[in-house]
T-cell receptor, first 112, second 112 residues
Framework: NAGVTQTPKFQVLKTGQSMTLQCAQD?????MSWYRQDPGMGLRLIHY???????DQGEVPNGYNVSRSTTEDFPLRLLSAAPSQTSVYFC???????????FGPGTRLTVT | GDSVTQMEGPVTLSEEAFLTINCTYT??????LFWYVQYPGEGLQLLLK?????DKGSNKGFEATYRKETTSFHLEKGSVQVSDSAVYFC???????????FGSGTRLLVRP
């Protein structure tokens, strides 16, 4: 049981490039979410999903897209990276809306 | 809107000292409250939680009591260890909004 896995661990992009951050969980959790962590600001919700085929926006969704075609996977896409998207990104999952969220190890993204 | 306010860090203590990290919240309903811990280079892990007023969450010697009258959920530990050095996040969950809202985090450094 690997829990929540994220790839890559580190990534450097140039402004305007696109990429996908991968997130997978093997716990059969319905709820998955993406957060970004910036110094002094805690974690802020980007997008979330309550099940396959269902996604919704969080607090800071601009510049990011998500889809949820399977229960296991919840990729986060940056279509045109900007320096303001330099951050650490965490994926999380839980078996229900008010249950404990399990976090992945994070992806550190730098946009130059 | 719903929000969480934590005391600013860093908090520096000597081993075996008493720890308090303050957390207060603003919410329109009756949230569930959580403390998460982030060790260096890792994702967040749930430390403890409380789902209704006057509940006390506890784990690994840490405790926090859900105080509705003061809208607080302060984290305490009677005797900290060097291994407790980490960043601690207070968070609230509202079923109505499907979102986990984090405070900005408090860094704890415990010296031998």
């Amino acid at each position: 049981n690997a829990g929540v896995t994220q790839t890559p661990k580190f990534q450097v992009l140039k402004t305007g490039q696109s990429m996908t951050l991968q997130c997978a969980q093997d716990m059969n959790h319905e709820y998955m979410s993406w957060y970004r962590q910036d110094p002094g600001m805690g974690l802020r919700l980007i997008h979330y999903s309550v099940g396959a085929g269902i996604t919704d926006q969080g607090e800071v969704p601009n510049g990011y897209n998500v889809s949820r075609s399977t229960t296991e996977d919840f990729p986060l896409r940056l279509l045109s990276a900007a320096p303001s998207q330099t951050s650490v990104y965490f994926c999380a999952s839980s078996r229900g809306l008010s249950y404990e969220q399990y976090f992945g190890p994070g992806t550190r993204l730098t946009v130059t | 809107g719903d929000s969480v306010t934590q005391m600013e860090g860093p908090v520096t203590l000597s081993e075996e000292a008493f720890l308090t990290i303050n957390c207060t919240y603003t919410a329109t309903g009756y949230p569930s409250l959580f403390w998460y811990v982030q060790y260096p280079g890792e994702g967040l892990q749930l430390l403890l939680k409380a789902t209704k007023a006057d509940d006390k969450g506890s784990n690994k010697g840490f405790e926090a009591t859900y105080r509705k009258e003061t809208t607080s959920f302060h984290l305490e530990k009677g005797s900290v260890q060097v291994s407790d050095s980490a960043v601690y996040f207070c968070a609230l969950w509202m079923d109505s909004s499907y979102k986990l809202i984090f405070g900005s985090g408090t860094r704890l450094l415990v010296r031998p």
